[in-house]
């Protein structure tokens, strides 16, 4: 496999600065091998990244949002829990929240973004199980939010 590193530089990504928490929790909390990664915000160099699906985002916009959301966490692994990319076993879980419309139906779709980047970045060890789900509303109006559970290869 090649490097994470190597993979998200020739995606022509780059981890962002995490966030900090926006109220009384930790980014990540790790146990053993496992490292839990408090909901990272969909976010760009502008900010959060707004909108509601089915309202006034569409699909394609959201998995650019999620995707977004999915370098939040591995920023997090990496800077807070001081934890290289090459570290990491396996993605374990990912929950997808979606603010979107009652009537729209394609949580799964948009989820694909934050799924898609993770694998393309890690590889095998980036695939995992998920939910996706629709909300009303996601802290500071933001579209997408991401949390994971990722095992790592030491304690």
């Known amino acids: ?11 022509g990504l780059e981890l962002p600065v995490p966030a900090a928490p926006l109220a009384a929790y930790v980014p ?4 053993g091998k496992l490292i839990f990664v408090s909901g990272q915000l969909s976010m760009d160099a ?12 569409d699909v394609e916009q959201a998995q650019i949002a999620a995707r977004s959301a999915a370098l939040g966490v591995l920023a997090q692994i990496v800077h807070t829990a001081n934890v ?3 570290e990491i ?3 374990v879980k990912l929950s997808i929240f979606v603010a979107s419309a009652p009537d729209f139906f394609e949580h799964h779709l948009v989820a694909n973004g934050a799924s898609e ?4 970045v890690l590889g095998d060890r980036g695939k995992h199980a998920r939910a ?3 909300v009303a509303a996601l802290p500071m109006g933001a579209a997408i939010e991401v949390e994971a ?5 030491s304690d």
């Open 89 to 91: 076993s396996r993605v």
């Open 28 to 31: 990540v909390s790790r146990t």
């Open 117 to 120: 980047l993770l694998a393309n």
């Open 46 to 57: 502008q900010g959060i990244i707004k909108g509601t699906l089915g309202l006034d985002m």
């Open 149 to 153: 559970v990722v095992e790592v290869m």
């Open 132 to 134: 996706a789900f629709g």
């Open 1 to 11: 496999m090649n490097n994470p590193n190597e993979n998200l530089a020739a995606l």
């Open 84 to 86: 290289p990319l090459s």
